[in-house]
């Protein structure tokens, strides 16, 4: 395999956050997405430094011609329909998520490109919430699977694209790793945006205006505690993936593993805009995302901390103050 730069797909919170660590390393970087949304892009990314292709992740003819062309060292692969957009379209979310996942895992098994980062999701666990625990939940957790299969389209997907992957490198050897991102801390002003983006995104916008946010949506709001993690975070644990000598563990957790309860996510906000108002519309109850239980314990991160070097850097109020800039920008642009 030459090196012919990385190829990100999907240009969404994740993929650009890292397309723009990989640019800042002066990397070469081709930013592939269905739909790229250019002022999305340029409000992370420095769109002079990076290729920006129009590619759907389910079209094997596409991914093999791009892989051909460059020649990817390797691929960090972001592409999906979250939560709530899966379960809008379920078909297409098992095109994308499960059927996007094995389109790039073929890629390297055929020796098209090198290394592959797959975006897991600690969707996975959700599940199997409910039974305290005084341990951390590690990446290698107990789960019944049927009772405690995932309860959401999207987590279906992601857990099924882990099993193909461990057998994508059990039977050919394929060089990946899944990362299982936590609840990732964006804000956007999107209506189609996952859960996490929506509630910060409006969060801040109504804080900032001193205007009261309504919250109607039961998927927003948790019982319990919760993790997030700072998408800057994300990045450096996936391009530290993309690096790391070996995968031995080869599923890997990057959260911040601090447990914060929906009162105290909404105070660090206020932290920022102390006029912030909530009318909070719906009951607190069960875990984030319709997650049927709350979570009981937070997630494991020995192993990435061990073998990529992960170390999160960001708190929730310093990742606040980041998503309000970005905001901002995002903003400005439309
Ligand atoms: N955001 C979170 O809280 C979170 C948490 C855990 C895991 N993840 C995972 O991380 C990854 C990235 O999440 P994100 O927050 O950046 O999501 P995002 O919605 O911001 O970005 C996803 C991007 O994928 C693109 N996309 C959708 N279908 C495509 C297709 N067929 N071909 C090419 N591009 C396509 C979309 O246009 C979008 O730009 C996803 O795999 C997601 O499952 C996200």
Not at 73 to 82: K, N, P, R
Not at 242 to 251: C, F, S, V
Request: hydrophobic content about 45%.
């Amino acid at each position: 395999m030459t090196a012919g730069g990385i190829l990100v797909t999907g240009a969404g919170t994740i993929g650009l956050h890292v397309a723009q660590l990989l640019v800042e390393q002066g990397r070469e970087v081709t930013l592939a997405d269905v739909a790229p949304d250019l002022s999305r892009i340029e409000a992370i990314v420095d769109v002079e430094a990076v290729r920006i292709a129009t590619l759907d992740v389910t079209d094997t003819d596409a991914l093999a011609t791009i892989a051909r062309q460059n020649r990817f060292e390797g691929v960090i692969h972001t592409a999906a329909l979250l939560t709530g957009a899966a379960h809008l379209a379920p078909a297409r979310a098992v095109a994308v998520n499960l059927g996007g996942a094995i389109n790039v895992m073929e890629l390297a098994r055929r020796g098209a490109v090198g290394r592959v980062i797959l975006a897991g999701s600690t969707s996975v666990q959700y599940a199997t919430f409910g039974v305290p625990s005084p341990d951390p939940i590690p990446e290698d957790f107990a789960i019944r699977v049927v009772s405690q299969a995932p309860a959401s389209i999207y987590a279906t997907t992601k857990l099924a694209a882990e099993f193909l992957a461990g057998n994508y490198a059990a039977l050919f050897d394929t060089d990946l790793a899944v990362l299982r991102y936590a609840a990732v801390l964006g804000a956007t002003l999107r209506p189609d945006a996952g859960l996490v983006s929506r509630l910060v995104g409006m969060l801040l916008e109504k804080g900032s205006r001193g205007e009261v946010a309504v919250i109607d949506d039961p998927r927003l709001v948790w019982d319990g505690i919760e993790e997030f993690v700072d998408p800057r975070d994300c990045a450096a644990g996936s391009v530290a993936a993309l690096d790391a000598l070996t995968l031995d563990t080869r599923i890997y957790t990057l959260t911040n593993p601090i447990g914060y309860t929906f009162e105290r996510f909404i105070d660090t906000v206020r932290a920022l805009h102390p006029t912030l108002r909530v009318d909070l519309r719906v009951p607190i109850r069960g875990g984030f995302a319709s997650a049927a239980r709350p979570r009981t314990a937070l997630s494991d991160i020995d192993a990435a901390r061990r073998e990529l070097g992960y170390r999160p850097a960001y708190d929730l109020r310093q990742s606040f103050e980041y998503l309000a800039t970005l905001l901002d920008r995002e903003k400005a642009l439309r």
